[in-house]
């Protein structure tokens, strides 16, 4: 049995070689032939949502698949994405001086709805305006552009000490909601327990163990639905 499978171009581009050998280690491990798509830009990887059988993918993607194909989820883990506030140095390095400010973040994003979950619950109304990357949020942020932004924390950690330069972060998340997702197209959910059982025994195999190293994940925990990133949108 051969299934397709997407990895996010967030994670495949900087690490392609370690998701390589995580998709032939899962396939050996489940007796399928699991082939990883060469699409390392997001236009390829979402045009792809239209044939792949599978998909690691971030938890907005992932309920995308699951409204347009009906995929089910397998299993997330324990590298979960996480949202970082920031502020222009010169602005107030606080949550409740954002109160009526401008804050930029990329739309349909994760992290996004994250800080827009934050600073509702913290009372804090705001002005928001959409840019069409990470790095474009930091450098308008940088430049004064908007006194505030939202950041996708893995993003964060991968940027330069110098283009953080011109910003501070006000606070970091660990809200620990949402992981990026193993999807399983329907037509194959009889192989979603092999593929989660698979997942979870990693951490006891020697070559699984040094994979998940290389990937920043400790473990594997199992997923049976994704009501909660609908009510995240919901809900802010």
Request: hydrophobic share 40%; aromatic share 12%.
């Amino acid at each position: 049995m051969h299934l397709k499978v997407a990895v996010c171009p967030h994670d495949s581009t900087k690490n392609k070689v370690n998701w390589l050998y995580f998709i032939t280690y899962l396939s050996k491990q489940i007796g399928l032939d699991l082939t990883m798509e060469q699409c390392f830009e997001f236009k390829c990887y979402h045009d792809s949502f239209s044939y792949i059988d599978m998909s690691y993918s971030n938890p907005l993607d992932a309920l995308r698949l699951h409204v347009e194909r009906d995929f089910i989820p397998v299993a997330g883990n324990d590298n979960y994405d996480e949202v970082v506030i920031i502020a222009n140095k010169d602005a107030e390095p606080s949550l409740g001086a954002i109160k009526g400010k401008k804050v930029l973040c990329v739309e349909n994003q994760f992290a996004s709805y994250l800080g827009m979950r934050i600073l509702k619950r913290e009372g804090v109304n705001y002005e928001l305006e959409y840019r069409d990357s990470w790095q474009n949020v930091l450098s308008d942020v940088a430049r004064g552009i908007a006194p505030y932004g939202f950041l996708y924390k893995d993003f964060w950690e991968q940027v330069s000490n110098v283009s953080k330069g011109g910003v501070v972060p006000i606070y970091e998340s660990d809200e620990k909601l949402s992981s990026h997702l193993i999807m399983l197209a329907p037509e194959f959910g009889q192989y979603r327990q092999s593929i989660l059982w698979a997942l979870e025994k990693m951490p006891e195999d020697e070559e699984g163990a040094k994979i998940m190293e290389q990937l920043r994940i400790s473990r594997w925990y199992p997923v049976e639905s994704l009501d909660y990133l609908t009510k995240l949108i919901e809900e802010v």
